[in-house]
């Protein structure tokens, strides 16, 4: 892929005219020359043709997926790098499109457009990447162990986006490729303003992960790779004086420190161990900055498909499950008390007079709350229980395991705690599945009835409905 964004041809595909037109716009101002399309057959044709081009590809076309676009280019024995576009509740699909060859995806919500260029420079310059690393292994046949090094790499890493199987991947390839001779021990840190974070790490003791929790930038040999944003090597850590923590029952050895780079930025670090006095050549050091790039990219992608996952079940204001998440739960808590026969309930609550706070005390403040509540209102249930954010001033408590009564018992604690320590009240329903109910919705509607009660019969109470009659519970 070429350096000018001029010389790089974006495709897009797209049936909804008004959405091609503004994603061809955004995608010209960023200076990249653009081409559209409206259907799936379009877009073969135009890539047989020539292929040089990423493809920006709407999953759901009129006349055929995304999936089957891919499929006829591979008949075709056209590669082309293509990124994924899809609609809301459809990010299963573009994960399983990652997983046969796409590049990335793109969810059409509200910040859809603005995330396009941000989405299409990652993928471009993991695409030089991999170019350049073509080119060397074509022009270079004196590096061929090195470049072959890097593509053992390459393949290893981009095995998984998961972060904690990246990390064991990493360990694995590094420690066993033969060019450089590294113990089965090392750390990876990641930077987090001046200081470095272990975030995972194989061979280290105890006293040596605690020593590791203040590490400062230029501190000890990781902490001056983070500085200079250089390989570091050092032969012998007992009389290198740049090596600084040091712990009782420490043994003699070496250890190379690789800047983890994504993006211009070092990322983190990678700490190896090296049996001591062993000499590192410059055609070495140069691979090593070659692999901290390729792993700093790795772990950064990895990173923000996690940040990415995370913000797609989970509300941003208060870190709680959003109602995507609380679908996935609610089904599965349904099914396992249908088939085990075992209690679960649901809580729906409201926050009293919340306009009128709002418009007394401003919105920031009534962010402020909502988080504020959240929190006292997780600190009241159990790990097995799924806190959500309903919607505006509303939240839901999915309670597996849980019988009416004690769902009560839980909403009243919650009414009481909120009310002694909140600068509001909150108004609470209740209700329970039961064997005649047939849809999660039915179990929706009736504690969204009983918190309608609760509210209707003067706010700051507990109401519940069961599948019988009503009764209440009051302060």
């Not at 790490?201 to 990781?222: A, N, Q, S, T």
């Amino acid at each position: 892929m070429e350096d000018k964004k001029s010389e790089i041809t974006i495709v897009v595909v797209e049936d909804d005219k008004d959405l091609n037109h503004l994603m061809r716009k955004t995608i010209q101002r960023e200076g990249y020359r653009v081409e559209s399309v409206t259907t799936g057959a379009e877009a073969v044709a135009r890539l047989t043709r020539d292929p040089n081009a990423i493809l920006l590809l709407d999953y759901h076309l009129p006349d055929m997926t995304a999936h089957d676009v891919v499929e006829s280019l591979a008949r075709k024995e056209s590669s082309v790098p293509f990124i994924i576009i899809t609609g809301h509740g459809d990010e299963k699909i573009a994960v399983e499109m990652m997983k046969n060859g796409a590049r990335d995806y793109v969810v059409k919500n509200p910040d859809f457009i603005d995330m396009l260029p941000h989405v299409l420079k990652r993928v471009v310059h993991d695409l030089k990447i991999e170019q350049e690393l073509a080119d060397s292994q074509r022009a270079v046949a004196e590096s061929q162990k090195e470049l072959s090094i890097l593509y053992e790499v390459s393949s290893a890493i981009s095995q998984t986006i998961d972060l904690d199987k990246l990390f064991a991947i990493i360990f694995d390839t590094i420690t066993g490729i033969d060019i450089i001779t590294v113990e089965k021990k090392g750390g990876i840190f990641f930077i987090e303003g001046d200081r470095l974070k272990l975030v995972s790490h194989i061979g280290f003791p105890d006293v040596l992960v605690d020593y590791h929790k203040k590490l400062r930038i230029g501190d000890c040999l990781c902490g001056l790779a983070a500085q200079k944003r250089e390989v570091i090597i050092s032969s012998d850590c007992t009389t290198d004086k740049r090596h600084t923590i040091a712990y009782p029952g420490m043994t003699q050895h070496g250890h190379i420190v690789i800047p983890l780079n994504a993006r211009g930025t070092v990322k983190g670090i990678l700490c190896l161990y090296l049996p001591p006095n062993i000499t590192v050549d410059d055609g070495t050091v140069k691979l090593l900055y070659a692999l901290g790039n390729q792993i700093g990219v790795a772990i950064d992608n990895a990173r923000l498909y996690e940040e990415t996952k995370k913000y797609s079940l989970h509300d941003p204001l208060t870190g709680l499950a959003n109602r995507r998440m609380m679908q996935i739960v609610l089904d599965r808590s349904m099914n396992r008390a249908k088939r085990y026969k075992e209690p679960f309930s649901v809580i729906m609550l409201d926050i009293d007079h919340f306009k009128k706070y709002n418009d007394t005390h401003g919105h920031f403040q009534g962010d402020r709350l909502l988080v504020e509540l959240a929190g006292l209102i997780v600190h009241e249930t159990r790990e097995i229980d799924l806190v959500v954010r309903y919607g505006g001033e509303e939240f839901i408590v999915l309670l597996p395991e849980t019988d009416l009564e004690e769902a009560s018992d839980v909403a009243e604690r919650m009414r009481r705690t909120i009310e002694k320590t909140c600068a509001t009240t909150i108004s609470l329903g209740v209700a329970s599945y039961h064997m005649n109910m047939l849809t999660k919705d039915e179990l929706i509607k009736d504690v969204d009835e009983a918190l309608y009660k609760a509210k209707k019969k003067g706010r700051n109470r507990v109401e519940v409905k069961t599948g019988i009659k009503d009764s209440e519970k009051t302060k």
